[in-house]
T-cell receptor
């Protein structure tokens, strides 16, 4: 069965610093991978997705992620953090034995300090 | 229209009440989902509808009853809930029941007294 692991339940950065949120997946078939952001008491908003093709995926709000099959990783980055980036981020995968379902990581809470 | 809407935004109910949550999308999506999310946890899948037919029921207690009256609308009927059912209930839709993207609504915050 597919699983998604997010390393670090909490990440803290200074405003203007690099944001790096880590996600690793396990799958016997090439997966579909997603990053979602959730602000307090709101639903999940899609940041970006990888299906096939280019391994560097650009999303909204300046975020991007790179699919690395050799490392089974799909880390999310943003060059310069903004206060408005403070939220919870979920990595999710689909495909293979998880057909029709999203498998979520446990989430990473991003705090941005002034 | 590129959004999923959910009503009500907040709901407080007693354990003997009957209430319903409503979800609507006008993106032509043929797959619709209900999730339950507890604080500081990822969403947990409850039900999936594909082309208005129930495709997945993740062993959800019968006090939760989903309904898909048409391709744009998804309801979740609630009856005899327990306090531990208090959570954020999220609806999502996707182009079809496959590995494609799911788009989430804002959720209904449910409190069971």
């Amino acid at each position: 069965a597919q699983s998604v692991t997010q390393l670090g339940s909490h990440v803290s950065v200074s405003e203007g610093a690099l944001v790096l949120l880590r996600c690793n997946y396990s799958s016997s078939v090439p997966p579909y991978l997603f990053w979602y952001v959730q602000y307090p008491n709101q639903g999940l908003q899609l940041l970006l997705k990888y299906t096939t093709g280019a391994t560097l995926v650009k999303g909204i709000n300046g975020f991007e992620a790179e699919f690395k099959k050799s490392e089974t990783s799909f880390h999310l980055t943003k060059p310069s953090a903004h206060m408005s980036d403070a939220a919870e981020y979920f990595c999710a995968g689909a495909g293979g034995t998880s057909y029709g379902k999203l498998t979520f990581g446990q989430g990473t809470i991003l705090t941005v300090h002034p | 229209d590129t959004e999923v809407t959910q009503t009500p935004k907040h709901l407080v109910m007693g354990m003997t009440n009957k209430k319903s949550l409503k979800c609507e999308q006008h993106m032509g999506h043929r797959a619709m989902y209900w999730y339950k999310q507890k604080a500081k946890k990822p969403p947990e899948l409850m039900f999936v509808y594909s082309y208005e037919k129930l495709s997945i029921n993740e062993s959800v207690p019968s006090r939760f009853s989903p309904e898909c009256p048409n391709s744009s609308l998804l309801n979740l009927h609630l009856h005899a809930l327990q306090p531990e059912d208090s959570a954020l209930y999220l609806c999502a839709s996707g182009p079809d029941f496959s590995t494609d993207t799911q788009y989430f609504g804002p959720g209904t915050r449910l409190t069971v007294l």
